[in-house]
């Protein structure tokens, strides 16, 4: 694909460390292509059960393994990552396996997924520690006898309907903007 280098390379600035590129086309061909777009390793002529196999090696020695295909023979793989990432025109069964299904064949659409993906848990994370403290400072107010439980239960209630309205802006807009 034409954006596949740039892609690849917005990848590693997003934060991927290892970009691996498996295939089950020859060596010659696979060596070429990887070198073009700037991936980390290559392995050429897999079959399916190859694949899967190199994602349970990499899970066995702690790395969390982020697995893209759009074919018959990606489902094995799909299957054992700890997210299988399926193309939309791609098979139905690897659609089916995958735990998410990209709408579009450009590749920078997975650099989105992870934009997406942190942005919504730093807003998990923020939420959170609001929600937390918020309650924690109410109960203490409440205890100490600063604030009557009919004002706690107001004061939570609004926060709880401050947090959900907060939640629903969009993710984006909100992480490019810190």
């Given at each position: 694909r034409r954006e596949a280098k740039d892609a690849v390379k917005a990848l590693h600035e997003s934060g991927f460390t290892n970009v691996v590129m498996?295939?089950?086309?020859?060596?010659?061909?696979?060596?070429?292509?990887a070198a073009e777009v700037g991936v980390d390793a290559v392995y050429a002529e897999v079959l399916p059960e190859d694949k899967a196999a190199f994602i349970r090696q990499e899970k066995e020695k702690g790395h969390t393994v982020?697995?893209?295909?759009?074919?018959?023979?990606?489902?094995?793989?799909?299957?054992?990552?700890d997210a299988?990432?399926?193309?939309?025109?791609?098979?139905?069964?690897?659609?089916?396996?995958?735990?998410?299904?990209?709408?579009s064949e450009d590749l920078f659409e997975l650099v989105t997924l992870r934009k997406l993906s942190e942005a919504l848990m730093d807003r998990i994370h923020g939420s959170y520690r609001f929600i937390v403290a918020f309650n924690l400072s109410l109960i203490t107010l409440g205890v100490a006898g600063v604030l009557p439980p009919a004002i706690s239960a107001l004061l939570?209630?609004?926060?709880?309907?401050?947090?959900?309205?907060?939640?629903?802006?969009?993710?984006?807009?909100?992480?490019?903007g810190a």
């Open positions: 498996m295939t089950g086309d020859n060596r010659r061909t696979a060596e070429s292509v982020i697995m893209v295909g759009d074919g018959v023979n990606d489902s094995p793989a799909l299957s054992e990552a299988g990432i399926a193309i939309s025109t791609g098979a139905a069964i690897a659609r089916e396996i995958a735990d998410i299904t990209v709408a939570h209630n609004t926060s709880t309907l401050g947090i959900g309205l907060k939640n629903m802006t969009d993710l984006l807009e909100e992480h490019e």
